[in-house]
């Protein structure tokens, strides 16, 4: 299709279009994709020879100093004058081996098979009275081999630097030049290496508190830690792909994980689609009443509906929860105008009750942060594009499918994307009002409201499941990145196609 | 002389290197102490209780006369606020920072066990504690053949509540007389049928019992007749199904929030025994409890059989006193204390000697639920896996659109145990 025809396309029409071809393109786009990631280890390959290669170039072109300095860190430094920077390095490597030789390798050594010694009950041989004679705890073995493994890494980064600038020392005194002061390489942090000194903080906390427990729960799912193998009185150990196996594994007679899985995902991405798509329209509907020309006492209005807000979601939830009970105020409420004869079970009857259920009642703590949003967007909508369609003769419907309606989507495309990825993990909601009923004997351990995230809590906290949990939540991250991958391509060739001034 | 003064830091820091670190200090191990000491030589002993957040006064005072027996050591106990529901997993959450001595749902023992993080009765006391307290709450304090806690409480469990006025003594004898009795005064009768503490009984009813767990931690059941827990699920659905209009499944709360209403909603409930005060209180004169009633099964009336948990004090094996601790918890659990929490709390004891004691004979919900206690399973052994299912199996035997028809019960009952042990 040619550009000019494209641009006579509807709205509607532009999307299918673009949804058909990011489709046709996919498998060139998946190739292009790999040969990315090909070309990106390929990079790093060649990265790391590259490195290695140097770093014995300049074992071999440097003096027996710099020679020194790759066996005692900041030798050569420390030759060519520079004692400050030689004493740092030198620390690190100290620092270093103390933590390996008193913490580290204790650990580590026993990170292949996560320990070997169950504990068990013995007799303490100074008194003769029963304890527990402790063994290897497999999780801190586990948690402090990682923490090995990176300080490894680490330690290992800082030794390459430090050879590094022990041959430039060298090269420095060689070129008949001073090597750099320790006081004037202080004030590069400050000046034209003041990027080193900001991110240094930010890193340092992001590797310890995000990354390191994000690799420790990672590697959780490849061991059988579970509650038939809990720390500290029993081993857990590598099972590889064991637990990923499991989930996928069709069984008969009790509720399979796979089917399980796979009914909780299916309703995960309908209630996602759901949620979000139900709180965008009727929040952006509300919005345009508020907005509508002749609508008094608007800002009244608006801060009606923004009061939700200011109630915790927590308290409206538990609040609708008891409300929506077999005697709760609904349920009274429908007896008493004579409507229902029986109390109905919003919650806890058939999977569709209860389904319809929560998603409605989504609506409730949604709409009101649509209605924020898109009022003020709504604002800024130019009259004159109003006017203009008028005088042609459009309708409001028109209006709103011609002008509004693109408007909004060009802007909020980011929002409704995040938003829908948040409902994909949306825990409170499920968690609160229903936890999950009405149960079923076909699932393991969830009802037919569980998402895949408030399945993966239960997992953790009621069964100790936590190897099932942490592969499940690999699996969650999977479905959302790549939803969030394919949606954001979407939206951008429609940003690079079409724009909105 | 720079260069030079480089070159000797140079050295140094090889020196450094090289130079091993110098062995660590010797261990000197704490020499044997006199045998006549309970305390085997501890002193300057400071200890951490866990107990409820209501009885936390009772065990500081407890604690202090504990302290009184002993005025030549330095002893100080601090009681601390902790649930016994939560304990266990508190304690395994971090055993160094937990209490020395805590009070726990005997349901978690198996897990304390397996985690390793319990010590076992101390033999000097091992014959005193099983004489003392009653065989089940011993049982339920035992894993492979070890006691391994002290026995706290003998009543955590739940028994039948009524409302005088509407429901007669003879009538509270069988669910189907209570139940009629209900309609009649267009009451409620309330129970927790979504809840697996209590939707057990729906099958243990018909024979079925706990078995512990074999190796792997898999929930083992005892050789239980299958038509016979269908026909006693089956029993109670349709009785649930017949009087829709009556029995309500809600929170236990539910029980005496809707007996303190006015008038009353709630006529008869099944109730667990730290709610008794409460319901008593409101219910004053009309106050009836009795251990829970019959069921028709079959033509016949059957006692209907329900779960009874014990409460136990256990000693961390981290303490850093185990001998103090374990002195504490032996006298925590004996018969005095027992009678102190009955009187100030209405814990039912599990000491037998405090069971025939006028404080608990004249306390009619506690001698309800140690009735009832003779027709129970104990809360032993129990796999997490367990309580899932036995929510979804009673949510299944009470709603009104669920078929009682036998081969549906017989379908959800071999889910139900086959979830339980995740086969």
Known sequence: MKYIDYVQLNPFQKFGYNFKQFFVKLPGNLKKFFCLIGRFFKRIGMGIGKGVANYFTRFVKGDWATKLSYLIMGFGNAAKGQVIKGLLFLLTEVAYIAYIVLFGWKYLSKFNTLGTVESGFGVNPETGRPMTINGDNSMLILLYGILTIVITVIFFVIYIASTKSAYKAQQTVAAGKKPEKFSSELKNLLDNRFHVTLLAFPTLTISVFTILPMIFMILIAFTNYNYQHMAPGKLFTWVGFGTFSEIFKVTGGAASKSATFIELTKWTIIWAIFATVLNYIFGMIIALMINKKGIKLKSLWRTLFVVTIAVPQFVSLLLMNQMLQSYGAINVLLKELGIIQNPILFLNSTPLVARLTVIIINCWVGIPYTILITSGILMNIPADLYESATIDGAGPVKSFFKITLPYMLFVTTPYLITSFIGNINNFNVIYLLTDGAPYSENFYQAGYTDLLVTWLFKLTMTTQDYNLAAAVGILVFIVCATLSLITFNLTKSAKNEEEFS | ?423
């Open chain 2, 1 to 423: 002389m720079k260069r030079i003064l480089a070159l000797i830091v140079a050295v140094l820091m090889l020196a450094t290197v090289f130079v091993g670190c110098g062995n660590g200090g010797n261990k000197e191990t704490a020499s044997s102490s006199a045998d006549n000491d309970p305390f085997h030589g501890e002193d300057n002993i400071t200890l951490k209780v866990w107990a409820p957040n209501e009885a936390v006064e009772t065990f500081q005072a407890q604690c202090e006369d504990f302290i009184a027996l002993y005025p030549d050591k330095k002893i100080s106990i601090e009681v601390v606020a902790q649930g016994e529901a939560d304990a266990a997993t508190n304690l395994l959450n971090d055993p160094d920072a937990a209490a020395d001595v805590f009070g726990f749902a005997c349901n978690n023992l198996n897990k304390l066990y397996n985690a390793g993080v319990i010590t076992p009765v101390y033999d000097e006391f091992k014959d005193d504690v099983t004489k003392r307290n009653s065989e089940e709450s011993i049982n339920a304090a035992t894993l492979d053949n070890t006691l391994l806690a002290y026995p706290e409480t003998g009543d955590n469990g739940y028994y039948l509540v009524y409302d005088k006025s509407v429901v007669s003594d003879e009538d509270a004898k069988t669910l189907e007389g209570i139940l009629a009795a209900c309609r009649k005064a267009g009451k409620k009768f309330v129970m927790d049928a979504g809840n697996g503490f209590y939707s057990c009984m729906f099958t243990f009813t018909g024979g079925m019992e706990l078995a512990g767990l074999n190796e792997e931690g898999t929930q083992q059941f005892n050789d239980y007749n299958e038509d016979e827990v269908v026909a006693s699920m089956q029993a109670f659905s349709k009785l649930f199904h017949e009087y829709k209009d009556i029995f309500e499944s809600a929170d236990v709360s539910k029980v005496s929030s809707g007996m303190a209403e006015d008038p009353r909603t709630v006529a008869a409930g099944i109730d667990g025994s730290w709610n008794a005060k409460v319901v008593s209180e409101v219910l004053g004169d009309d106050y009836g409890a009795a251990k829970l009633p019959t069921i028709n099964i079959g033509g016949k009336d059957t006692q209907i059989i329900s779960m009874h948990g014990y409460k136990l004090i256990g000693v961390n094996y981290k303490t850093k006193y185990p001998e103090t601790s374990q002195l504490l918890a032996n006298y925590l659990s004996d018969e005095k204390c027992q009678l102190e929490r009955a009187e100030e709390r209405s814990w039912g004891p599990s000491n037998l000697a405090a069971v025939e004691s006028d404080v608990v004979k004249n306390n009619i919900a506690t001698s309800a639920i140690l009735e009832q206690a003779k027709h129970s399973v104990a809360q032993v052994g129990i796999a997490d896996t367990f309580w899932d299912p036995m929510k979804t199996l009673g949510n299944k035997v009470y709603k009104p659109e669920e078929s009682s028809e036998t081969a549906a019960l017989k379908e959800l009952l071999a889910k139900t145990v086959a979830n339980i042990k995740d086969e």
